[in-house]
Each structure stands twice: as C-alpha cells, then as structure tokens.
C-alpha cells in the first residue's frame, strides 16, 4: 500500500521489440551498443517453432542481464542514504534501517516489460505471412527489415492489413503474447 512500499522501478526496462529485433539479427541490436544472445542466423529459420524458440531464448539472456543490472542498482543505492524518504515510510523507524538498506515494509525492484503488443503483432505477421501463407521467405523479410520495407509498401500493407492483430481478442495473435 501507500506509505510502506519502496518500489525501484525506475530504468528497468526490457524492450520486446527490441528482444525481437535482436532476435531476428542473431543477437545484434543495431539501436544500442550492446551485443544480445547468438540465436542463430534467421534467414534459416524454417518454421515458426523455431522463431520462437530464438525469441524465448533472446528473452530470458535478456531478462537476465536487466535483473543483473537491477540487482547492482540496488547495491549501488547503499551508498546514497534517503533519510527523508526513509522517514515517510512504514518500516524504516520501526526497524531503524534506511530504505536502501531494506528498512521499508516492502522492498522490490520489477522489471518492466514494454511493447508486448506490438511484439506479439510482428511475431504473428511472420508466423502468418512467411510460414503459414508463404508470401515471403525469410531471408527477403529481413531484407525487407533491413531496408524499412523501401519500396515494399504493397507488402508493409499486407503485414498492416492481413494480420490478426493483439487486443482484438483474436487466439491466433494472443496465444502467440
């Protein structure tokens, strides 16, 4: 409740999109400086399982080093006491320890994961569009990644269009989320 939690949540993001991004170059992640999980070269997927088995794999590397991360966030935070915040909270006085010292009743820091609709609606136009109707192979689709579909409009309004769509209680896109 209000007044004993002391929630880290700030900066412990994890990007689905960019999970899947990576995913889909072998771990590479072109936005940020920083190298994901080797999953295997995605031009030779030949089904869907095996999409999924690189996304789930690229996801829990990269949980983990979020959680990591989180985790040396809050060692890092023992050594910048918040007497002030400490005091506003139930537990600290009660315990008289410091809210970075895990004096608050609650003490946790989440992960937060963003973009699962999107991810879900990419994973379900790949499944749908190059494993099930075969418009594409997939070594054209990261091609088509590559160059932000240039050209391809009839093909990114296929993907628009075509696709069922998460949020619209569809099973073929909300058991892929």
Do not use: H
């Not at 999107?118 to 494993?131: G, P, R, W």
């Not at 409009?153 to 099973?171: A, F, T």
């Amino acid at each position: 409740g209000s007044g004993d939690t002391f929630a880290c949540t700030g900066g412990n993001d994890l990007k689905l999109g960019q999970v899947l991004e990576m995913t889909l170059n072998n771990g590479d992640n072109c936005f940020i400086d920083r190298q994901g999980l080797p999953t295997g070269d995605p031009t030779k997927f030949t089904s869907f399982s095996e999409v999924m088995d690189a996304f789930r794999q690229q996801l829990e590397y990269n949980v983990k080093m979020v959680a990591d991360a989180t985790n040396l966030k809050d060692l890092a935070y023992k050594d910048f006491p918040a007497p002030f915040v400490s005091s506003t909270l139930k537990g600290c006085i009660e315990s008289g320890r410091d809210v970075t010292e895990g004096g608050a009743k609650y003490n946790f820091a989440s992960i937060t994961a963003r973009g699962l609709g999107t991810t879900a609606d990419s994973l379900a136009a790949i499944k749908k569009l190059v494993f099930e109707d075969r418009v594409l192979i997939m070594p054209e689709l990261i091609k088509l990644l590559e160059t932000d579909f240039k050209g391809k409009d009839d093909i990114w309004q296929m993907m628009i269009n075509r696709v069922p769509k998460y949020g619209n209680d569809e099973d073929y896109v909300d058991s892929i989320a």
